[in-house]
């Protein structure tokens, strides 16, 4: 037999895993049976098969499980995280219908967020997308600016005393981001190549890079979509923070904020509380929860 241990996931693979033992070691790792629902971040119980190899045998309960859903497609994106940090710029555009999606699915966890809007050297374009992002400033979202080519101090103050997961589409900046805060994050993704055999550069669901002893950071693969289908039409209003004062004071309790009579939400967007794009990005995921074209 071999020793049961246990370990941190900390790089996903398909169906194989890295784990880090509390003793430090590294092993690859399978789980246990045909199905898997293990995350990066998860914490587990390992039996040792071999050399630096093991079998993922049970996953410890989980403080949190941020994840996306498309249909009966749901994806985990990382397990026991505190924080979402949102990358954006100015070039390429961003979706912030994206945006939004992210934030309904860490508010449903109780997460904190944070949106960072990358390539702050670009002027022109800046200003534009700091202009795009105002209706989450006005829900009370912060939005840090910085250029990750420069400096990423003012995200690492952010980062500390967390379990962040790193999220953007592509183009965002967000590998220099990674790459800038921890330095050998290229040279670890090589490795991890080689101690799979896989002969290639392995694209992975998510990566764990340890900060601190209390601090933490996941980056995941860049995104294009972000589906809600696991969350109910409740779940996702309350995702938009800015809309609790006002649940439930409408005239009819299953208002959707639409065209009802004496609708509490659309009278707080009158009255400049709520940004009109804010209710419009409701509207487009309650209609299109998957988020697919």
Known sequence: MGRELNAQVVA?????????TDSGEILRCVPRGKRSNVACGDRVRIETTGAKEGVIETIEPRSSLFMRAAGHRQKIIAANV?????????????????????LVAAEQQHLRSVIALNKADLVEETAAARERLKPFELAGYRV?????????????????????VLLGQSGMGKSTIVNTIVPDADAATQEISTFLDSGRHTT????????GPDTALIDCPGLQEFGLTH???????RGFVELHPYLGQCRFRD??????PDCAVRAAVERGLIAPRRLQLLHRILDNPAGSA
């Open 231 to 237: 969350l109910t039409a409740d779940e996702i209003e």
């Open 204 to 211: 992975t669901h998510a990566r764990l890079y340890r900060l």
């Open 12 to 20: 996903a693979f398909g169906r194989q895993y890295l784990v880090e």
């Open 82 to 102: 505190t924080q979402v940090v949102v990358v954006v710029a100015g070039v390429p555009s961003f979706s912030d219908e994206l945006i939004a999606r992210a």
């Open 255 to 260: 208002c959707r904020h639409r065209s009802e």
């Open 144 to 164: 840090l600016e910085l250029s990750a080519k420069r400096s990423v101090a003012p995200l690492v103050d952010v980062l500390e005393g967390h379990t962040t």
